[in-house]
Nanobody, 128 residues
Framework: QVQLVESGGGLVQAGGSLRLSCAAS????????MGWFRQAPGKEREFVAT????????YYAYSVKGRFTISRDNAKNTVFLQMNNLKPEDTAVYYC?????????????????????WGQGTQVTVSS
């Protein structure tokens, strides 16, 4: 069974940057899709970004496009989320997730129920 562990969260001022990491252990890191989601207090978990196994196919939520970059290093069993120009509204617990099984070649999985394994989350707080 795969375990996912996020790291890299913290407190940053608006306009700053953070890089989140998600390390996978257990079964071979060969998921066809990995995703980042976030959840702010009192809100539902929302999609942030997703990346296919090849690493060259990505998709972002409109609210983060152009500021966040998702990437993966399959040799190191790790997926990353580089977050630049952070805003107070980016404050949330950030979760990485892995989809097991089949992925449609052209479909981007943006709903939480499209993923099977979740990390414990890492807090990101952006001050104004």
């Amino acid at each position: 069974q795969v375990q996912l562990v996020e790291s890299g969260g913290g407190l940053v001022q608006a306009g700053g940057s953070l890089r989140l990491s998600c390390a996978a252990s257990g079964r071979t890191f060969s998921s066809c899709a990995m995703g980042w989601f976030r959840q702010a207090p009192g809100k539902e978990r929302e999609f942030v970004a997703t990346i296919k196994r090849s690493g060259d196919s990505t998709y972002y939520a409109y609210s983060v496009k152009g500021r966040f970059t998702i990437s993966r290093d399959n040799a190191k069993n790790t997926v990353f989320l580089q977050m630049n120009n952070l805003k107070p509204e980016d404050t949330a617990v950030y979760y990485c997730a892995q989809r097991d099984g089949y992925c449609s070649g052209t479909y981007y999985y943006t709903r939480p129920n499209g993923y099977d394994v979740w990390g414990q989350g890492t807090q990101v707080t952006v001050s104004s």
